[in-house]
């Protein structure tokens, strides 16, 4: 991945509402936001676009997201990554955040068919190697 061309995009960016009830309906507009941005980035010839979102462990939420994507000849890897109740509270409480430690996504299960990396006692570059691993044995079968 280091030698390619990618684009990430966080779904988050799309949402202007409450990020923890999935049931607000003015969501449903971030959702097309996200599909006309991973449409666009899925047209413009990156070699990788990685898109992350929590809400689509949802089945109906990452299917009318994929659903509205309008670009051809792309593939889903789905990564869910997780962790212990104790390491989030500890990535909270280090990036000083003086909200409640929410548990509300850590305890959906996963999407399925994704992958799942547990992140406890792991560096950002055991992870992303971890998900290189993923997409490459992905990619080339």
């Not at 280091?2 to 949402?15: E, K, L, M, P, Q």
């Not at 996200?34 to 299917?63: A, C, G, H, Q």
């Amino acid at each position: 991945m280091n030698n390619s061309t990618n684009r990430d995009f966080d779904g988050d960016w799309a949402w202007c509402v409450n990020p923890f009830s999935v049931d607000d309906p003015r969501l449903r507009n971030g959702d097309k936001t996200m599909s006309f941005s991973l449409s666009t980035y899925l047209n413009s010839s990156f070699d990788y676009v990685f898109f992350s979102s929590v809400v689509v462990v949802d089945k109906t939420i990452r299917e009318a997201i994929l659903k509205d994507i309008t670009a051809k000849d792309y593939s889903v890897i789905g990564i869910t990554l997780t962790c212990s109740e104790e390491t989030l509270r500890e990535r909270h409480k280090k990036r000083g955040d003086a909200n409640e430690c929410s548990f509300f996504w850590l305890h959906l299960k996963p999407y399925e068919g994704d992958y799942v990396i547990n992140t406890d006692n792991k560096s950002v570059q055991q992870i992303v190697d971890e998900i290189k691993v993923i997409v490459d044995s992905e990619i080339n079968g």
